[in-house]
């Protein structure tokens, strides 16, 4: 079964079909909206996302859980509680599926849940860490992260834990504004950019860096890019195209 016969006749322009059909290496990045259909709010979608509720400023920088530790593990904890509750959506799934059908697929994500991988995808660079690997504030000791919460009460005041080797604060295990992204996904990430024949970037605005540049990179190193959003997103070059429609309905269409 090829992945893209399907459609052809339905969505694809003819240069996208030949691009997918002869594509050597593709590339998938996602970001919150892939989750969406989950039930995982995004961040920037105007009253359901996450930053429409909550100050970024008050939550996911280092100053943030210095100043109110119970503050931003509680509310941490909420996500990761939510996370566990929800179950994978076609489009993890289609993503997962579509690796098994192309040469090669390297999957980037942004998003801090594990969705990707109970979709059955083996190898996931996160950039921006994930809620399910706390670690020590202090010596970086990685932690197995506690009982999740009720989620029923809402966001809650909790205390983090604390290290058991040095006493310090345990952290969530997410890369928060203003710190560097793990040096060895993005490295692996804008490699494979530059060196992929397609990349198609799935429910991500696009705006919060260096992530945003690994489309931009592949663009410019030759490959095609194909966005996947409902939003009209703005297109930065002539090899870049969009699908405009939930990641759910899309992405399946792919390796139907
Ligand atoms: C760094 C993790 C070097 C924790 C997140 C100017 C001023 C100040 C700072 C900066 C600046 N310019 C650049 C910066 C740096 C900053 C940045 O980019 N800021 C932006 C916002 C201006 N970046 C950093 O700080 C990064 N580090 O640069 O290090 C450095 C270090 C020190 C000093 C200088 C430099 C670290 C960034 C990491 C931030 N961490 N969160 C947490 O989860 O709480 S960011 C957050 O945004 C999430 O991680 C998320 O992954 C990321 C990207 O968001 P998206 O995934 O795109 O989600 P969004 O809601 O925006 O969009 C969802 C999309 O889905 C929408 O388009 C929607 O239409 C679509 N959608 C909805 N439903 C569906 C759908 N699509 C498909 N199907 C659907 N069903």
Redesign the pocket.
Known sequence: MTPVNTVSEILWPPKFLEAMRSAQHWVVFT????S??SGIP????ALT?LWSNFDPED??TTEAFLRDPDLVWGW?EWRRAKVLKVAPNP?HQAIAELARHVPRLTLIT???DDLHERAGSPSVLHL??SLHHPRCMRCAKALDPPQPLDTSQGEQLLAPPVCVDCGGLIRPG????????PEQALTQAFEAAAQCDLLLS???????????QIPQLAARSGAWVIH????N?ALGSEREFQLTG???ALLPLLVQ
Do not use: K
């Open positions: 970001g919150a909206g892939v969406a259909e995004t961040f920037r979608d996302g939550l996911a941490y489009a942004q998003n801090v921006h860490g997410v890369v928060w504004f203003g710190e560097m992204l799935v429910g991500t605005s696009g705006v919060v860096y260096p992530a945003a996947i959003n409902p939003q997103l939930a990641a759910g």
